[in-house]
């Protein structure tokens, strides 16, 4: 465990680095006032006292964690506070080394060093990470089997309209070969379905946040700051699947086991969570036309894939 003294060293360099440092108090705690000093920071006093120089917000907060984690990762994460409390930016004017004193700052709810580091481990996990709770494995399979299920659906549809088009271009019925080398097993075919289901959970999961599967469980995927989930995180996670499938989902399910927020490996690729929406911030969630948009962009997205694949098939 480090010493007071090597924390304030690592503290000094991320404050460098990021134009000062923040803190967070609860909201029912006393606040500061803008251009006020502070006299204790994380539960120690620095010789020189701290400016407060503006409002800050929690994701400031858990990048200033992550920026810890960079710097010291033999330290472990610490806690990344709670979205509802209030955080702030200071500055030193100039800084000579700590001393140790009682701790009167927060670290979002509650303080996360109080008294000496000596006896505060930056390992381990006492509280979800992001202050979301994240959904346990089993409930998730089960979205993923109800969206597979929707593939097949879509698939169905799609068979049907792709043999609708070959009659249409034959003239009235279609070529029987041309059927026969649809419904053969191909290599296109194959690909053509695990893409089709890639670009239905990237389009939902960025559009709104949820599948089908996981809005009839009532789980959303969010950003580790409580945002909506950003495209290039969906494919991130979509991507990472892939890898949590591996041996039957048991890559998936142990990445799972041993995080407290329930994060797959897709989901730390990504920063992204997967918790019920009863959780999610009320400014975070995202309307029901939304989802609509996203799932009939998503089916869609799915059987032109599908149906890019049987036409690469028919002709190969």
Not at 80 to 96: L, P, T
Not at 105 to 129: N, R
Not at 208 to 228: A, C, E, N, Y
Not at 278 to 290: D, E, F, H, I
Request: with cysteine; aromatic share 12%.
């Amino acid at each position: 465990m480090p010493t007071v003294n090597e924390f304030w060293e690592v503290a000094l360099q991320v404050a460098s680095e990021r134009g000062g440092l923040v803190v967070g108090f609860a909201k029912d705690s006393e606040q500061p006032e803008l251009g006020s000093a502070l006299d204790n920071l994380f539960g120690f006093a620095p010789k020189a006292p701290a400016t407060v120089i503006s409002l800050s917000d929690w994701a400031d907060w858990v990048e200033q964690v992550e920026a810890f984690y960079r710097l010291r990762p033999d330290w472990g994460r610490a806690k990344r506070g709670a979205a509802d409390a209030n955080y702030y930016r200071v500055k030193f004017d100039q800084f000579d080394g700590p001393t140790n004193s009682a701790s009167g700052t927060g670290f979002g709810a509650s303080p996360p060093f109080s008294g000496s580091l000596d006896v505060v481990s930056f390992s381990g996990y006492a509280a979800p990470l992001s202050g979301f709770q994240g959904v346990t494995f089993w409930p998730r399979m089960l979205a993923r089997v109800i969206d597979f299920l929707l593939h097949y659906l879509a698939a169905f549809l799609a068979g049907l309209l792709f043999a609708l088009i070959l009659a249409v271009a034959a003239g009235g019925r279609p070529p029987a070969w041309a059927l026969q080398r649809v419904f053969e097993r191909h290599f296109a075919g194959f690909v053509a379905g695990i893409l089709g289901m890639f670009a239905y959970h990237v389009i939902c999961t960025s559009i709104h946040g949820s599948t089908l599967g996981k809005l009839l469980l009532r789980m959303q995927v969010i950003q580790d700051d409580g945002s909506p989930c950003r495209p290039k995180s969906a494919i991130l996670r979509e991507l990472g699947f892939f890898v949590d499938a591996l041996f039957f989902g048991m890559v998936g399910y142990l990445a799972m086991h041993e995080d407290p927020e329930q994060k797959r490996v897709g989901d730390g690729w990504a920063d992204t969570i997967v918790c019920k929406r009863a959780l999610v911030p009320s400014a975070m969630k995202q309307t029901g036309m939304r989802f609509v948009l996203g799932l009939l962009l998503g089916i869609a997205a799915d059987m032109a894939l599908l149906m890019t694949g049987w036409l690469i098939q028919m002709n190969s």
